[in-house]
């Protein structure tokens, strides 16, 4: 383990050119290969996840690298959610009871460009664009590579391989073709897809609607959601099932059968969308889909990163975040000057795997939780109180989200545990009424911290 090793990165998305800039500044030299075009030059969004929210652990990862405020300069903050109702009645949520803790939209191509650009800047770096890997040798650390611009294939001797290749990586497929050792894998897809529409800037090149928000369109069985761009618009994203249910990717399949759905459903975001028919029919329906896997790594070989390792749905606006993260905790171990990759690919997975099982496992919670019980009136006297309570008692009381989204020194499984515990304390209080007992805010905040630790206690003996 030296920095004349020749390090492959496959995959320069997010994580991978995030990967590729910190191992640069460390010294090692880093080469990426990409099979899609250079974002820089090339627009490749094709409807698909164009922007992302950034948080706490996201900028942890970007200040290490020195980017953080070229980041920042891109972003909108978005301080809470805010609910649409069918008639078009509002209602706000903020994300903390504390000031200043929000979340940011942000480009993920926008984001992805001062990336690769500022890794660009190191000599020790060199990314490679069309260029796709088919498989990887995983005994020998060879790289098989198909290029778009010339059809020709090829194969990259390394000495170590990071697969960053996201949901679909060409790394993790060879673990389990290679049948070297092991490998235990999971992918889990949810009954629901989802297809990105767009409310336009006004004339004046403003938006339409709060640009302070993440919009929610609640409707228990599906939603829309919208969040804000630099250039006035909105990206939309409608959650909606394959096939279950009255309405479906299925069966709308006419801009008759879509309108009336909007109409119905979502009157008030349906003025703000133009031209929803061509958005509906011409934007791809994405999956959603979590990734499970373990070991990450093979010998001191290779070893996955980021939605490689541990794709997540986008609903708790964590996964750039964790991936952001893992470069973050992997920093961490190479300050430990361990004697090899080996040693390092260890430790790192033993540091990891928990919290990414944990943030994959509340992603799907919040998925019910947005488009359901956001709605629902005990719900909402649940996250009144916890949002007067972290305004109360800023230094003792922390939401689940709070410990998530704004505490970027909480491991993920900590927090989903705690968080959980909570959750269920705050809410047995609420739906029995049992707080009209109570006489101060004080009291309060010690009876849920008192039934957080019994719960956790009764978790921890059923071994949960």
Request: glycine fraction near 6%; charged fraction near 25%; include cysteine.
């Amino acid at each position: 383990m030296t920095k004349q090793d020749n390090i492959l990165i496959i995959g320069a998305g997010l994580c991978g050119s995030l990967l590729a800039l910190r191992l640069a500044q460390r010294g090692y030299k880093v080469e990426v290969y990409e099979s899609r075009p250079d974002l820089r030059t090339t627009d490749i969004s094709a409807g698909r996840s164009i922007n992302l929210a950034l948080s706490d652990r996201g900028f942890k990862a970007l200040r290490l690298c020195g980017v953080e405020e070229k980041a920042r300069e891109i972003c909108i903050p978005m301080y809470g959610r805010l609910m649409h109702d069918k008639e078009g009645n509002t209602f706000a949520s903020n994300y903390s009871g504390r000031e200043n803790e929000y979340i940011n939209s942000i480009s993920r191509g926008d984001l992805n460009g001062i990336l690769l650009t500022e890794a660009e800047k190191h000599e020790n770096v060199n990314i490679h664009f069309n260029s796709k890997c088919t498989s990887v040798d995983i005994e020998n650390t060879v790289a098989h590579f198909k290029s778009y611009s010339t059809k020709e294939e090829f194969s990259i001797d390394a000495d170590v391989i990071f697969g960053t290749d996201g949901a679909g990586s060409a790394l993790r497929k060879s673990y389990y073709l290679e049948k070297k050792f092991l490998f235990s894998y999971s992918q889990n897809y949810l009954t629901h897809g989802y297809k990105e529409l767009e409310i336009p800037a006004d004339k004046n090149g403003k938006h339409q609607i709060s640009d302070g928000h993440l919009h929610i369109w609640p409707r228990g069985e599906y939603m829309l959601i919208a969040l804000p761009n630099m250039d006035g618009s909105f990206t939309v994203t409608l959650f909606l099932s394959y096939d279950e249910g009255e309405y479906n990717f299925k069966n709308l399949t006419s801009e008759e059968k879509i309108t009336a759905f909007f109409e119905e459903q979502f009157p008030d975001a349906l003025k703000l969308i133009p031209s929803i028919k061509d958005e509906f029919f011409n934007n791809p329906t994405g999956a959603l889909g979590t990734v499970k896997c373990s070991p990450w790594m093979y010998q001191n070989k290779t070893i996955l990163m980021g939605d490689a390792a541990h794709a997540i749905v986008p609903f708790y606006g964590q996964g750039m975040n964790a991936s952001f993260e893992d470069v973050t905790v992997f920093d961490e171990i190479l300050n430990q000057d361990l004697d090899s990759w080996e040693a390092v690919f260890k430790t790192y997975q033993n540091s990891r795997k928990e919290d990414t099982d944990a943030i994959a496992d509340l992603a799907i919670d919040n998925f019910h939780e947005m488009k359901d019980h956001v709605a629902n009136p005990v719900f909402k006297e649940k996250r009144k109180l916890e949002m007067t309570l972290e305004k109360m008692f800023p230094n003792e009381y922390f939401s689940k989200y709070s410990m998530v989204t704004f505490n970027e020194d909480i491991p993920y499984a900590e927090a989903m545990k705690k968080g959980r515990a909570q959750d269920k304390a705050l809410l047995n209080m609420v739906a029995d009424n049992d707080l009209e007992n109570i006489s101060d805010l004080k009291s309060v905040l010690k009876r849920v911290q008192e039934e957080t630790n019994e719960i956790l206690q009764e978790d921890k003996i059923a071994g949960l």
